[in-house]
Every structure is written in C-alpha cells, then in structure tokens.
C-alpha cells in the first residue's frame, strides 16, 4: 500500500502546520485554542452549527470567574467579515472583552 494512503485506499487528512507548529486550519486552530482554554480552567462555548444562530457571533466564548472572552479566531492575514466586527464591536460596547486571535499571536494567547 503506497504511504500516502490508509488502509481501504483512503487518503489521510492533511495536517498542514503553520509557523511554530501551529495547526494551518481555523479548524485545528480553534481545537488547539480550546485544549489550551481548557486546560487553563476555562469554562468553553462553540456553537458547532451556526446556520441558525445570529450572523457574525464569535467563534468562542471563554468563562473562568468574573471573566468572559468572546473570541472571534482568523488564520494569519485574516480578517473579521462586517457582521462579526459588528459583534466584535457591540460586545465591547456592552463592557465585554471581544478579541480576534490569529496563530501568530499565540505567546499572547497564552498569557
């Protein structure tokens, strides 16, 4: 059987990796991103099916104590479409911490 195949004849996902090893999808960014929240005591929201939830609504919201985060993630050179910045912004508005993370600010992530 050639390498790049499994047994069956499938293929095996790519695992594309990004600068410092981190995963190369949102996908893989965001369980990464959640293992980390997890392992830090956070308690974690994704809305695994958003075709009936608001447009825009960050990826995760992240509780511990006092604090929640409401996370929008983008891969590298991404960016927040119109409805998720509005989201972003009304979420500060109302005295909350909205933030947009990217792989390459993962030392600050880990703060």
């Not at 009936?52 to 919201?61: N, Q, R």
């Amino acid at each position: 059987m050639p390498p790049d195949t499994q047994e069956g004849g499938a293929k095996p996902r790519s695992r594309r990796r990004v600068a410092g090893g981190m995963p190369g999808s949102e996908k893989g960014f965001m369980a990464t991103v959640i293992a980390l929240a997890r392992l830090r005591g956070f308690a974690v929201y994704h809305t695994h099916d958003s075709r009936h939830s608001a447009a825009g609504f960050p990826d995760l919201v992240l509780c511990r104590g006092p604090r929640a985060l409401f996370v929008e993630l983008k891969l590298d050179g991404g960016r927040p479409t119109p409805a998720q910045a509005l989201w972003l912004a009304r979420l500060r508005a109302a005295g909350q911490t909205a933030l947009v993370w990217t792989p390459r600010m993962w030392d600050q992530i880990q703060e």
